[in-house]
């Protein structure tokens, strides 16, 4: 009788784990299926007042430097406190030819003269959701009945990337880059600079640079002052 009363104890006690289990993999799937694609709006590139030009190419650069400001352009709220910072790129190609920007010779350097690579979008999303299987759903943007256009964390900040994009002549073109900081407290950008050794053009392989770029300009006086 007491091992059938154990028995019992375990079984009631499994069950109420694989419920728990359930419950959480359901809030994962919802929070997964209801990520929402923001659109960044691009304003005429003399309006960012941290900007560079060399020969026909202007460079501007607009820090994203607190959550509630990364909250506009991605659907996850803390990113800066969780260590990331995105930066987002404009550049206007008022020459002839067609160039590439390669994001993996881009550098930030910061007030202390520190190096910041960019990090991958792939291991960006991977970090944020911790694996939680958000990007294995399909990639592809979908529309809900409200019009929201939805899609997976991965998804977005993989179309939002600058990454090795190519600038056609006469256009603007913009995406974001992604550093990571472990002191998320301070303020990435405050006194760094954003360095890019050079653009190719197509074919040629030509150079055209280096652009640096200063952010203070582009942040406000307590932010750029912050610690």
């Given at each position: 009788m007491i091992q059938i009363k154990e028995?019992?104890?375990?079984s009631a006690a499994m069950k109420r784990r694989l419920s728990i289990l359930?419950?959480?993999?359901?809030?994962?799937?919802?929070?997964?299926?209801?990520?929402?694609?923001?659109?960044?709006?691009?304003l005429p590139i003399e309006s960012y007042p941290a900007r560079t030009t060399v020969g026909a190419i202007t460079i501007?650069?607009?820090?994203?430097?607190?959550?509630?400001?990364?909250?506009?352009?991605?659907?996850?709220?803390?990113?800066?406190?969780?260590?990331?910072?995105?930066?987002?790129?404009?550049?206007?190609?008022?020459?002839?030819?067609?160039?590439?920007?390669?994001?993996?010779?881009?550098?930030l350097?910061?007030?202390?003269?520190?190096?910041?690579?960019?990090?991958?979008?792939?291991?960006?999303?991977?970090?944020?959701f911790k694996g939680s299987s958000l990007d294995k759903m399909s990639e592809k943007a979908r529309e809900d009945s409200s019009s929201r256009k939805?899609?997976?964390?991965?998804?977005?900040?993989?179309?939002?990337?600058?990454?090795?994009?190519?600038?056609?002549?006469?256009?603007?073109?913009?995406?974001?880059?992604?550093?990571?900081?472990?002191?998320?407290?301070?303020?990435?950008?405050?006194g760094s600079t954003l360095f890019i050794p050079k653009l190719e053009e197509e074919g040629t392989r030509k150079s055209v640079g280096p652009f640096s770029i200063p952010l203070n300009p582009a942040l406000s006086p307590a932010k750029s002052e912050a610690k």
């Open positions: 028995l019992c104890y375990y359930w419950l959480a993999f359901g809030v994962i799937a919802l929070m997964a299926s209801d990520y929402q694609m923001k659109t960044v709006k691009v501007a650069a607009d820090p994203y430097e607190t959550d509630e400001k990364s909250y506009t352009a991605f659907d996850v709220k803390k990113l800066n406190s969780q260590g990331y910072f995105p930066l987002h790129v404009i550049i206007q190609n008022t020459s002839q030819e067609f160039l590439l920007v390669r994001t993996r010779n881009i550098v350097i910061t007030e202390s003269a520190q190096q910041v690579f960019t990090i991958p979008t792939a291991v960006l999303a991977e970090d944020l939805l899609g997976t964390p991965l998804s977005d900040f993989t179309e939002k990337d600058l990454t090795n994009k190519l600038l056609e002549p006469g256009k603007v073109s913009d995406g974001f880059l992604f550093f990571f900081t472990p002191d998320p407290k301070k303020n990435l950008f405050a």
